[in-house]
C-alpha cells in the first residue's frame, strides 16, 4: 500500500510502498479516502526536538482521516464492512485509574495514531473497534477527516460555560478559528479571535468571526473599547502557543475568569503569575478530545448546521503531499485535505 512515511530521524517524508498493517482480532481495517494535515505532522515533518524524542522511526504518519471499513478482526461484533467511519487516535490503555473510570481523555498512557504506532497517511489503517466512529451520511468525507482537530476546539470551547459571555480566542489557526464558531453557537455574546497572520484573520472574518484582530496593530483594550466591552473577557481560549498571546490574555480577562489553554509552546516561557492570582483566574489545559462525548458533541453540532467546509482551502491528491505541507509551514492556508482515491 501507499504510505507516508518517516523514513529517517531527518526532516521531510517519503510516500513510499509499505506492507497493509496487521489486523488484530479487535481491530478494524479501514480503507483510507481523506486525510488532513495537522500541525502535528508538521512538527514531524519539520523533525523538532519534540518529534526527534517522541516518534519512533520509521514510522507511517497522519491521525486526521475518514474512512470505510474494509475487514474486521474475529472479536469485533459492533461494525461491519463498508461502514464510513473516522476514529479517535488517541488509543488508551484501559487500565489506569482514568482509564478505569471512564475518563480515558486523562489516561497517562496515551498512545498517538500517526506519532507512536503507524498512522492514516496510507491506503490503509487497523485501529480498535472501540476508536471507530461511523460517520452519518450527512456528513462529507473531508468533514469527518479533520474531525480530529475539530475535536480539540469543542474540547476547549465547551470547558466554560459559553452562555452570554465574551470570549478571547488566540491563535485564528484552524483550531482557533473552530473554537470561535463553536463559542459563538455555544451562545456567547461577543467572540474576538487575534493572530498577528493576516491571512489567518481574513480567513476567520470569512467563516463569520466578525471581530478578528492583530494584536501587533490593534491593542485588546482598544478593540474592547470599540465593541463596547468595559471590564473584561470571561472566557478565554488559547489556541496559539504563543507567549505574547498567553500575556495578552491574561491581560485582557476579567476577574474570574476563565481560560482554556490548547495551544502548544514550542519552549517554556514566564507569565506574571500575580496577574492569575489578584484576577482569580481559573486555568484549565486541554488535551485532545473528552474522548466520545466531544465525538457525539461534534457530529451533533455539524448536523445542526455548523458547516466547517469553507475551512478547508486547499484539496490535492497525495502525490502532491509536498506542495500540501509547504502550504501548511507557511501558514496560508486553512486545513489542507490530502485524497487517497
Ligand atoms: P496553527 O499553528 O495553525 O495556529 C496557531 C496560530 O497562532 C497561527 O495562525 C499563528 O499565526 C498564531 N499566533 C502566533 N503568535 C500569535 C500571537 N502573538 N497572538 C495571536 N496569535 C498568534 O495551529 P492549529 O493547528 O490551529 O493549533 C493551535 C494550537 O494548538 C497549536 O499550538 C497546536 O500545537 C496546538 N494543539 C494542541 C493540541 C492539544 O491536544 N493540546 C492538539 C492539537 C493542536
Ligand atoms: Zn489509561
Not at 497572520?197 to 483594550?221: C, F, K, Q, Y
Request: proline letters at 5%; hydrophobic letters at 45%; one cysteine or more.
Amino acid at each position: 500500500m501507499r504510505a507516508l512515511v518517516k523514513a529517517t530521524a531527518a526532516p521531510g517524508l517519503e510516500l513510499r510502498d509499505e506492507p497493509a498493517p496487521e489486523l488484530g482480532p479487535s481491530d478494524v481495517l479501514i480503507r483510507v479516502r481523506k486525510t488532513a494535515i495537522c500541525g502535528t505532522d508538521v512538527h514531524i515533518w519539520n523533525w523538532d526536538e519534540w518529534s526527534a524524542k517522541t516518534v519512533p522511526v520509521p514510522l507511517v504518519t497522519g491521525h486526521e482521516f475518514c474512512g470505510e471499513i474494509a475487514a474486521i478482526g474475529g472479536s469485533v461484533t459492533k461494525l461491519t464492512v463498508g461502514q464510513r467511519v473516522s476514529g479517535e487516535g488517541h488509543i488508551t490503555c484501559g487500565r489506569c485509574r482514568n482509564c478505569r473510570a471512564g475518563r480515558g481523555h486523562l489516561c497517562r498512557n496515551t498512545l498517538g495514531v500517526g506519532v507512536q504506532r503507524p498512522g492514516a497517511f496510507a491506503d490503509y489503517l487497523s485501529l480498535p473497534e472501540a476508536n471507530v466512529v461511523p460517520i452519518p451520511d450527512d456528513i462529507p468525507d473531508e468533514v469527518a477527516a479533520i474531525f480530529d482537530p475539530f475535536g480539540n476546539s469543542v474540547h476547549t470551547a465547551l470547558s466554560f460555560d459559553m452562555v452570554g459571555e465574551d470570549v478571547l480566542v488566540t491563535g485564528a489557526g484552524p483550531i482557533g478559528i473552530m473554537g470561535a464558531m463553536v463559542a459563538r453557537r455555544a451562545g456567547a455574546r461577543k467572540v474576538v479571535i487575534t493572530d498577528i497572520n493576516e491571512d489567518r484573520l481574513a480567513l476567520a472574518r470569512s467563516m463569520g468571526i466578525e471581530h478578528a484582530v492583530n494584536p501587533s496593530r490593534t491593542t485588546l483594550r482598544e478593540v474592547m473599547a470599540e465593541i463596547g466591552m468595559s471590564e473584561g473577557f470571561d472566557v478565554g481560549l488559547e489556541m496559539s502557543g504563543a507567549a505574547p498571546a498567553v500575556r495578552d490574555m491574561i491581560e485582557a480577562m476579567n476577574n474570574g475568569g476563565k481560560i482554556a489553554l490548547l495551544g502548544i509552546a514550542p519552549v517554556e516561557f514566564a507569565i506574571d503569575w500575580n496577574k492569575v492570582i489578584f484576577k482569580m483566574l481559573t486555568i484549565k489545559g486541554i488535551y485532545g478530545r473528552e474522548i466520545f462525548e466531544t465525538w457525539y458533541k461534534m457530529i451533533g453540532l455539524v448536523q445542526g448546521g455548523l458547516d466547517l467546509t469553507p475551512l478547508i482551502t486547499h484539496r490535492l491528491p497525495v502525490a502532491d503531499f509536498r506542495e500540501g505541507f509547504e502550504l501548511m509551514r507557511a501558514g496560508t492556508c486553512g486545513k489542507v485535505v490530502l485524497d487517497w482515491s
